[in-house]
């Protein structure tokens, strides 16, 4: 059970640490979208490039956060060895 319990851990804490990385992509992504759609101008650049300098932001602000989260989770594993 202990296995299990490991997993879910990891798990969680992989959709904890993504979560706001897609969240602000999606978000940009269809706000991109709707922007295209009306203006009609189809560039694919402009939405990558938006999405790419949004998950670089993101990165910037709770890399930090994140990484200590996934320090935390590796400690525990190594405790239970």
């Known amino acids: 059970m202990e296995a299990v319990d490991i ?3 990891g798990t969680s804490l992989a959709l904890m640490i993504s979560a706001p990385l897609l969240l602000l992509g999606m978000l940009v992504g269809i706000i991109v979208a709707i ?3 009306v203006t ?3 560039e694919q650049s402009l ?3 938006l999405k790419l300098i949004v998950v670089v ?3 910037l602000v709770g890399g930090d956060w994140m990484l200590e989260r996934l320090m935390d989770f590796t400690r525990y594993l190594f405790s239970l060895m």
């Open 7 to 9: 997993l879910r851990e």
């Open 35 to 37: 922007f295209q759609a």
């Open 40 to 42: 009609q101008i189809h």
């Open 47 to 49: 939405s990558f490039i």
């Open 57 to 59: 932001i993101v990165l």
